[in-house]
């Protein structure tokens, strides 16, 4: 029986590297049923919104998503889909893995980390008010009745929610998933010091729940601040890494940055049920519809939805001839090549076919398990 996945190209890059993602996932062999449902700006035009009831309900349906990159307006416009679709969906748990590869060029080698963003609260849940709003002009007025700190009467105000339930969730989710890769350290990352009720939660939380853990996964927490300064210089000695909203944002592009860069970083939003797979690259809208772009991403994003779905050994394959591919360094797009101008670099879809071609080689003995494992992370 083939999984169904809904399948959302994207704006600007995501088409091109979605498709490339797809025709990967095919080639493993094992058995997709692709509904592909529109969001972002492709979905204003026919729907007049950028997430259609319709594509949020085959997310609902299928239970497994796999996204391109969608354009969110700066500072106008709509509010960001992508965080839309999280929400909505309840997929809390954002995992970003940091691998380096060889054929990358990168400031570190032997860096491998992964990133546990919380995904529904913190600065990040988006409720926020603009400067001069009456909802902005309450809040300042009831604020002041509480507390003496200075505060303009015509500030904006974004609020900073952090909850005892999702940070334990977070937490437990980052513990969980180093068990079962055989992790050996979590890490919580957060700014107590200075928010003392906000970040703090998040921390006692985390040294909470990592007592049931103990003996099994070491753990530590640091302030944010000094764990920017030590992952860049001693990367190596992260293994799981888990954060509130907002610096998991950030520091998944600083890590991302750590071994390569966007163009092979990888990312997974996954909820209690249901999950959606995308890489933490945007829609780069200047390379749309040029073929130039690095596929990697998203590929290794798919390689994270065959673990999911328990794929593991279809998963192992496909990620060794995306490693094998760049290792070589020949099909390759421009960003892998030592000069970003070398003519020998391929499109994203000749480095998808690269990729399909060493799939092939190494699986002439290799049978893809096709049935629904329902058994998931
Ligand atoms: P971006 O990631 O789209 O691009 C920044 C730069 O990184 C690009 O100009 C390019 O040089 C490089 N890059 C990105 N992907 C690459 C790839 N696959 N191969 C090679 N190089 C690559 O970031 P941005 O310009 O800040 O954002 C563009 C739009 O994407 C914005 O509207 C933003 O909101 C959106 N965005 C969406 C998502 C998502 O859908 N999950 C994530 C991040 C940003």
């Given amino acids: 029986m083939a999984y169904r996945v809904t399948y959302i190209p994207g704006d600007g890059i995501g088409p091109e590297v979605a498709l490339a993602a797809r025709r990967c996932l095919e080639a493993t062999g094992v058995a997709f049923s692709w509904e592909e449902r529109i969001a972002g700006e492709a979905a204003i035009a026919t729907y007049g919104t950028p997430l259609p009831e319709e594509t949020l309900q085959s997310v609902r349906d299928t239970k497994l998503a796999i996204k391109g990159p969608i354009t969110t307006p700066i500072g106008k ?6 965080v839309a679709l999280r929400k909505q969906l309840d997929l809390y748990a954002c995992l970003r893995p940091c691998r380096s590869m060889e054929g990358v060029r990168a400031p570190f080698q032997n ?4 990133v546990v963003r919380e995904n529904t609260e913190d600065l990040y849940a988006g409720i926020e ?10 809040l300042i007025k009831q604020v002041k009745t509480f507390t003496d700190q200075p505060l303009r009467d015509e500030a904006a105000i974004s609020l900073k929610p952090i909850s005892a339930a999702a940070s334990e969730r977070i937490v437990r989710f980052a513990f969980e998933h180093a068990l079962k890769y055989g992790r050996k350290k979590v890490t919580a990352v957060h700014k107590a010091n200075i928010m003392k009720f906000t970040d703090g939660l998040f921390m006692e939380t985390a040294r909470r729940v990592a007592q049931d853990y103990a003996g099994r996964i070491a753990f530590e927490d640091r302030l944010v601040d000094a764990t920017c300064m030590q992952l860049v210089l001693r990367p190596q000695e992260f293994d799981v890494l888990v954060l509130p909203n907002l610096y998991g944002d950030i520091l998944s592009d600083l890590c991302a ?4 860069g966007l163009g092979v970083a990888p990312g997974a939003n996954i909820g209690e049920h249901t999950a959606l797979f995308e890489a933490v690259h945007g829609s780069a809208p200047k390379y749309a519809g040029m073929n130039k772009v690095n596929p990697t991403a998203m590929i290794l994003s798919g390689v994270m939805m065959l673990e999911y779905l328990g794929e593991r050994e279809a998963a192992k394959k496909l990620e060794a001839a995306v490693r094998a591919v760049i290792r070589e360094g020949r099909r390759v797009t421009y960003d892998l090549k030592a000069d970003r101008n070398d003519p020998t670099a391929v499109g994203t879809s000749q480095m998808a076919d690269a990729i399909i071609d060493k799939l092939s080689e190494q699986t002439s003995d290799f049978r893809p398990q096709t049935s629904v494992n329902p058994k998931r992370p």
Avoid: Q, T, Y
């Fill in 77 to 82: 416009g709509f509010r960001s889909v992508n």
């Fill in 111 to 114: 860096v491998d980390l992964i």
């Fill in 129 to 138: 008010f603009s400067a001069g709003s009456k909802e902005a002009a309450g």
């Fill in 257 to 260: 940055g750590l071994v390569g």
